[in-house]
């Protein structure tokens, strides 16, 4: 405790509470970290994506060029157009491993909508916590948790912005998430051509 603070007022201890959250952001804290880690583990799942529809398409690393230029919606639609029309691709391999990329790829893409959440969203201390209003904190008629965040994004072609409060522990589940989902689809990757992964 600072030496004198016993004799704050209100207003004193109001202030040094809201300067405290401020700083919760503006110093390395657990969101910046895993808000990291969310990105990081997007940009292993890309590379991920560029590799199958490689593998998948049958194409020669000549075209790494042009996969690395590419949005992750035109990965995913290929990888699903290689995976669901044989005839799409130059090579097959082991056919019987397609139904499970198949689900791979559903999983990864679901993950990724995720991951533009995080990514496409502002991230700060709750308004109700600087003695501001937050309609959503009013609704949920709780304390907020120490690791908990007022978010804001918008929804594309129309003017309302989406707030809704998140964890940091949503962030850590994400990560895992990211993980799990990229291990199974390169795990069927190989199932479907070992010789990629030699």
């Known amino acids: 405790m600072l030496a004198g603070s016993a004799d704050m ?5 109001e202030k040094q509470s809201i300067d405290l959250l401020l700083m919760k952001l503006a110093c390395p804290n657990q969101l ?7 990105v990081r583990e997007g940009g292993l799942l890309e590379e991920v994506m560029r590799e199958c529809v490689g ?3 049958g194409l020669s690393n000549d075209v790494d060029a042009l996969l690395m230029g590419q949005s992750w ?6 990888a699903i157009r ?5 005839a799409c691709a130059t090579r097959r391999c082991n056919d019987g491993a397609l139904p499970r990329i198949g689900e791979a790829l559903k999983e990864v893409n679901r993950v990724w909508k995720d991951r533009n959440q995080v990514v496409h969203a502002t991230w700060n201390v ?10 959503v904190a ?6 907020l948790g120490e690791d908990e965040y007022h978010v804001e994004r918008s929804r594309r072609a129309k003017s309302k912005r989406i707030v809704e409060h998140r964890s940091v522990g949503e962030l850590e589940e994400l990560v895992i998430e990211f993980e799990s989902v990229r291990h199974e689809l390169i795990e069927a990757l190989k199932d479907f051509d070992p010789r990629a992964f030699g």
């Open 55 to 57: 593998i998948l398409g």
């Open 32 to 38: 910046d970290d895993f808000i990291g880690k969310v």
């Open 9 to 13: 007022g209100d207003g004193a201890e």
């Open 126 to 135: 709750c308004p109700s916590l600087l003695g501001g209003r937050c309609e």
């Open 82 to 86: 290689f995976q669901q029309e044989p």
């Open 138 to 143: 009013t609704s949920l008629q709780e304390d």
């Open 73 to 78: 919606d035109w990965m995913h639609s290929m």
